[in-house]
């Protein structure tokens, strides 16, 4: 296995690292965290115990991913974005002792192929981000996120649609419900609250 780990950084030893990956200085990877190929971990980035990431995930600076959170491939995670896991979070019990690690059940982020979490952006577990979507820098999503949709806000909501390559999409002049990418022109389909690149989906008529 050939991959960077900077003096500083802490890496436990049950974490497993792919080929090719980058882990900066004062960066904490926790025990049983999968990292794939070609990831990026920036510095003062925090990955919680099991999170599990595909290839070429870039968490940036100071970000906080916290277990039990999936990344898919190509996923974006924006500087000092945080990832909860905590539905009701409590240090105490009604009695006023302390909660202990089995006191709780973590609940997780999931963000599917390509998804882009903006800077300071929070998710708010139980949560799902779309393939290909992209979070506003300082959104809060407590929602699911349908896959290609722009949302931002606090709470955050969809303003728009994005495509593969980030841009906006604007509406394609051959017809209603049909999409495209200003900077590849690449074409796609919604119908019924969902986007789909066009040839996966019926065009509706």
Sequence with gaps: MSYRVQPSAQVAESAKIGDGSSVWDLAQIREDAVLGNGC?????????TGVAMGDNVK?????LV???????DGVFVGPAAVFTNDHNPRSVEPDGGIKRAGDWEAVGVT??????IGARAVCVAPVRIGAWAMVAAGAVVTKDVPAYALVMGVPARRVGWVGRSGERLVEDEAGEGLWRCPRSGERYVERDGALEPEGTAATPA
């Design 111 to 116: 963000v599917e192929r390509g998804a882009s």
């Design 59 to 63: 968490v940036q600076n100071y970000a």
């Design 40 to 48: 990026i971990i920036g510095r003062g980035a925090y990955v919680g």
């Design 66 to 72: 916290y277990e039990p959170a999936r990344l898919d």
